[in-house]
């Protein structure tokens, strides 16, 4: 009997990583068409829990970054914000309808003109085993979009899984 009951576990656990899958891999041509949209390049690890790009700003202009806060601070999207002196913002990003929040950080380099987004999965998780993978880059995305940003040219630095 005990072999019986193995069997069945095993088969549970496949057909669970099976839904997985099948699920990333539907959400796949959504993902694809946020990244075009946003002009972001869609890379292997957009199911990564954690998203970091730097990226530069589309028409730098005097007191760009200022412009930026008080955008990013008008959005509907963003639930908390607090402010490392004039350099850092750190965030709460909402990417879909439900109460599903992103954590975030965006620094900004006034210098060159470009801002490093630092986005992390998993702040007020709320779906089941693995369902909610890609909303940092989906976040991502979004940001990008609503703020003018655009990835900097050689200067992706990946995501990480943890």
Same mark, same amino acid.
């Given at each position: 009997?005990?072999?019986?009951?193995?069997? =069945? =576990?095993?088969?549970?656990? &496949?057909?669970? +990583?099976?839904?997985?899958?099948?699920?990333? +891999? #539907?959400?796949?041509?959504?993902? =694809?068409?946020?990244?075009?949209?946003?002009?972001? $390049?869609?890379?292997?690890?957009?199911?990564? /829990?954690?998203?970091?790009?730097?990226?530069?700003?589309?028409? $730098? %202009?005097?007191?760009?970054?200022?412009?930026?806060?008080?955008?990013?601070?008008? %959005?509907?999207? &963003? %639930? +908390?914000?607090?402010?490392?002196? /004039?350099?850092?913002?750190?965030?709460?990003?909402? $990417?879909?309808?439900?109460?599903?929040?992103?954590?975030?950080?965006?620094?900004?380099?006034?210098? %060159?003109?470009?801002?490093?987004?630092?986005?992390?999965?998993?702040? #007020?998780?709320?779906?089941? #085993?693995?369902?909610? /993978?890609?909303?940092?880059?989906?976040?991502?995305?979004?940001? *990008?979009?609503?703020?003018?940003?655009?990835?900097?040219?050689?200067?992706?630095?990946?995501?990480?899984? *943890?």
């Amino acid at each position: 009997m005990s072999v019986l009951a193995e069997y =069945r =576990r095993e088969a549970a656990g &496949v057909l669970a +990583v099976n839904v997985v899958w099948a699920v990333a +891999v #539907a959400t796949r041509p959504s993902l =694809r068409r946020r990244a075009r949209t946003a002009g972001i $390049p869609l890379t292997p690890d957009v199911l990564a /829990r954690r998203q970091i790009r730097q990226l530069r700003v589309l028409r $730098p %202009s005097m007191g760009w970054s200022d412009r930026m806060r008080t955008e990013l601070k008008a %959005s509907g999207r &963003v %639930s +908390v914000t607090a402010e490392k002196g /004039r350099e850092e913002i750190w965030f709460h990003w909402r $990417p879909g309808r439900r109460r599903h929040t992103v954590w975030g950080s965006i620094t900004f380099d006034e210098a %060159s003109g470009t801002v490093r987004l630092d986005l992390r999965d998993g702040a #007020a998780y709320t779906g089941g #085993a693995e369902l909610r /993978r890609g909303s940092a880059f989906v976040a991502l995305c979004q940001l *990008a979009r609503e703020l003018g940003l655009v990835e900097a040219e050689g200067r992706w630095t990946g995501g990480d899984q *943890a």
